[in-house]
T-cell receptor, first 117, second 108 residues
Framework: DAGVIQSPRHEVTEMGQEVTLRCKPI?????LFWYRQTMMRGLELLIY????????DSGMPEDRFSAKMPNASFSTLKIQPSEPRDSAVYFC???????????????FGPGTRLTVL | QKEVEQDPGPLSVPEGAIVSLNCTYS??????FMWYRQYSRKGPELLMY????GNKEDGRFTAQVDKSSKYISLFIRDSQPSDSATYLC????????FGAGTTVTVRA
């Protein structure tokens, strides 16, 4: 199994541009999570999906952020327009189950390092 | 105040030393307690988890949870240079809440 796949691995863009991050979860996992990691705030949950349905988006910082999961094998996180304070590493993670037992492991992808100039 | 507090370090120890890491928390609803390890430029990976209070041992790693004090610990015995990483505590009620992570360097 290839694990969670994220693309691109690095993204450098200018303020105001649209950024789209992509994630392919592990096959058979029905939960998908998007996290953001910064030195100042650590690892923060942005949104998570169960069976392609968004369950909790309370961590999405503002309306400039949106996430979709059109099918079980693909999700996107979009920032439009991007701002320098969005610079961070964005992780996607998947889990075979995550709603009722914290013991179920979340598998993280390698992350996308986003720099907004 | 954050729900989960963790000293970011950094922590530098000689090879063979015992590494002691800890986190405190404020949410009494947390039931599952985890430690993730994150190597540089990689995603976090689950190292250990415990349910409620108690100890759990896995090889050189021991996790302890004291719910009465809202305090969890991770001990690494006979530390190796390959243990050099950032260690994040994480706690679960209906979602995972992570500590800031402690960066550990084990010197050969």
């Amino acid at each position: 199994d290839a694990g969670v796949i994220q693309s691109p691995r690095h993204e450098v863009t200018e303020m105001g541009q649209e950024v789209t991050l992509r994630c392919k979860p592990i096959s058979g996992h029905d939960y998908l999570f998007w996290y953001r990691q910064t030195m100042m705030r650590g690892l923060e949950l942005l949104i998570y999906f169960n069976n392609n349905v968004p369950i909790d988006d309370s961590g999405m910082p503002e309306d400039r952020f949106s996430a979709k999961m059109p099918n079980a094998s693909f999700s996107t996180l979009k920032i439009q327009p991007s701002e320098p304070r969005d610079s961070a590493v964005y992780f996607c993670a998947s889990s075979p189950s995550g709603g009722t037992s914290g013991a179920n492991e979340q598998f993280f992808g390698p992350g996308t390092r986003l720099t907004v100039l | 105040q954050k729900e989960v507090e963790q000293d970011p370090g950094p922590l530098s120890v000689p090879e063979g030393a015992i590494v002691s890491l800890n986190c405190t928390y404020s949410n009494s609803a947390f039931q599952y307690f985890m430690w993730y390890r994150q190597y540089s430029r990689k995603g976090p990976e689950l190292l250990m988890y415990t349910y409620s209070s108690g100890n759990k041992e896995d090889g050189r790693f021991t996790a302890q949870v004291d719910k009465s004090s809202k305090y969890i610990s991770l001990f690494i015995r006979d530390s190796q240079p390959s243990d050099s990483a950032t260690y994040l505590c994480a706690m679960y009620d209906y979602k995972l809440s992570f500590g800031a992570g402690t960066t550990v360097t084990v010197r050969a």
